[in-house]
C-alpha cells in the first residue's frame, strides 16, 4: 500500500510516501512559498506515484470541521496568500483518493502516538516549541478536534519575575508564544537562541514559561506522554530543565509516580525526531484509507 | 431500568435513583462525614432499591485507573479519613451491579453533554467553581481521563494587577483555585463573594481569572461548549462578565463565529443547574450498563 504524506509547515513543506508499516520510501522536501506554486510542487510530486489515499498536517489556524463549507481551508495567517486558501479542495481536484486533514501538531501527536515517542498510549500531548508555539491532542484513542483545534501555543502564563520582555504575540502580546517561541528569546537577549550558551539567563526563563506549558496540559489533559519538539528544544540542556520547572509548578500535587518522580519518562523529545510530521501525515492518510 | 447515582461530594451527598430516559426519580441528600458514616448512609439509601447499576461522580482527586490496584480509591485529600479510603470497593462488598466511577466534575460534563446544555455535542468543559475549582472533560465523544484526571483548576493564570491577595492554595498558592474559588473572595475582600454587590470591584477581578481559565479551555482542548457551575457562579452577573474577559483575552485569535461574537451561546450555566452532577453519575451507571 502507498500512502502519500505531507508535512506543511510554516517554513517548509515536506512530501513524501510511505506504508502501512510505517516506512517512508521516499520524500523530499522545498521552501513554503505563496500557495500556488508550493502546492503546484506537491502535486507534481504525487502525480503518477500510485498513492491510494494522501494525509495532510499542516500549519494553521485551519478549518477542519467536515460540515463546514470552508472544510479544508487555511483561515488565518500571516503568511502571504494563505489566509483562506483552499489547501484541500486544491489537492483533491487533482487526486481522486481518500484524504486526511489535520494540523501539523494533532498529525505529530498523532505519529508519535502510532510509532513514536507515546507509542501503545491512547493519549499524549504534542509540542512544538520553534518560530511559534503548536500543540497537538490526542486523548483517550483520538485526536482531539472540537470547535476548532486546539492552539495551545497562546494560553496565559505567569511572567517570570525578572523578565522585562513585553511579548511579541500579535494577538496576545505575552501569551506562552509571545514570550516563549523562538523570536522572543531573540529579542529579549538580543541574540538568537542558538547563539546563547548553555549556562545563559535565558534558558531559565524559557524553561520558566515551558514548564507552566508543561504543567497546564497536565492540568487541563492529562495525557499519558508530553512530548516536546521544534527548533527551540533542538538545546538538549532545555529538556531537563523543563521538567524541573514543570515538578516545581506542580509541587506535588498530581500524585503519580510518573509526575512525581522525575519526568524524564514523561517529558520527553519526539520519538520520530524531526520528521514527527511526515510520519503523523502517514498515519492521516493511513487512517484516511482506513487502515489506521 | 432503575440505576442508582451518587454525586459524592466535598460538603454534601446526593443519592438518587434514575432510568434510562434521564429520570431522577427519587433523591436524598446528607452531609459529608466521614467515609465509614458517609458510605453507611449510601448502602442504606441503596439497599432494597432493585438498582441494576450504580454511577459515582466524586470529589478527589479519585484513582480512575482500572489498571491500578487503587481503582477506585480516594487518593490524597484535606478531608479528615478520606485520603487513601477504598470507596469503590466498599460498595462492591454491598452490591454486586457494574459500576460507574469517575470524578464529580466529569460526572457532570457527561451529564450536561447527555442531557444539558451541550446535549448532542461530542465535547465539552464543565467547570465547577465553588470552595475549589475543578474541571470535567468531555472530547471526542468520551471523558478524558488519561494519566490521572483533568485537575484544570490548579493551572497557573496571570495575575491581575491590581490584586494583592497572595492566594490560599496550599500547593501553588496563586493558580486559578487560589485566586479565584469562593475562599479567595472571602479572604481578599474579608466578606463572602453572596455578601458583595453586583457592582463590587471583587466581580471584575474574579472574571479576570476565570475568563483567563475559559481562554485557556479554549486553547488547549477547543471544546464545542464551556459550562460554568457551582457556588461562585450563583452570582448571575458574573457569567456575562466572564465573556467578556475570555473574548477580550482571546482578542480575535480564534476565528469561529461561536467565540468571536458575544459567546451567549458558548460560555453558559449548567442545563441540568445544580444537579448536573447527579444527572452525570446516573449516565456513568447507564454506561456501566451498557446503556450509554
Not at 472544510?71 to 500571516?78: D, S
Not at 516549541?129 to 482531539?144: P, R
Not at 502564563?157 to 522572543?184: I, M, Q, S
Amino acid at each position: 500500500m502507498r500512502i502519500g504524506a505531507i508535512e506543511a509547515g510554516g517554513t517548509k513543506f515536506v512530501c513524501g510516501i510511505g506504508d502501512e508499516e510505517g516506512r517512508i520510501l521516499d520524500r523530499i522536501s522545498f521552501p513554503t512559498e505563496r500557495p500556488e506554486p508550493t502546492l503546484g510542487k506537491v502535486i507534481d510530486y504525487f502525480r503518477d506515484k500510485g498513492v491510494e489515499a494522501i494525509g495532510i498536517g499542516t500549519f494553521g489556524p485551519i478549518n477542519i470541521d467536515p460540515a463546514s463549507p470552508m472544510y479544508g481551508h487555511v483561515t488565518t495567517t500571516p503568511k502571504p496568500g494563505w489566509t483562506g486558501y483552499d489547501f484541500l479542495g486544491t489537492l483533491k481536484k487533482e487526486f481522486d483518493v481518500p484524504f486526511g486533514w489535520d494540523t501539523d501538531v494533532n498529525a505529530a501527536a498523532y505519529g508519535e502516538a502510532k510509532w513514536g515517542a507515546a507509542k501503545g498510549l491512547d493519549s499524549c500531548a504534542y509540542f512544538t516549541i520553534g518560530t511559534g508555539i503548536g500543540v497537538g491532542v490526542y486523548a483517550e484513542g483520538k485526536l482531539v478536534h472540537g470547535l476548532v483545534h486546539p492552539e495551545g501555543g497562546h494560553i496565559p502564563v505567569k511572567r517570570h519575575p525578572d523578565d522585562t520582555f513585553e511579548g511579541f504575540c500579535p494577538y496576545h502580546k505575552d501569551c506562552l508564544e509571545g514570550v516563549a517561541a523562538g523570536p522572543a528569546i531573540e529579542r529579549r537577549w538580543g541574540v538568537k537562541g542558538s547563539e546563547l550558551g548553555a549556562d545563559h539567563p535565558a534558558w531559565a526563563m524559557e524553561a520558566y514559561y515551558i514548564g507552566q506549558a508543561v504543567a497546564t496540559a497536565v492540568l487541563m489533559l492529562s495525557p499519558k506522554k508530553i512530548i516536546l519538539g521544534g527548533g527551540v528544544m533542538k538545546q538538549e540542556h532545555l529538556l531537563p530543565m523543563i521538567r524541573e520547572e514543570a515538578k516545581r509548578y506542580l509541587n506535588g500535587y498530581v500524585r503519580d509516580e510518573r509526575v512525581l518522580a522525575g519526568m524524564d519518562e514523561y517529558v520527553v523529545a519526539p520519538g520520530l525526531g524531526e520528521i514527527a510530521g511526515l510520519y503523523g501525515a502517514l498515519a492521516l492518510g493511513l487512517a484516511a484509507a482506513g487502515r489506521a
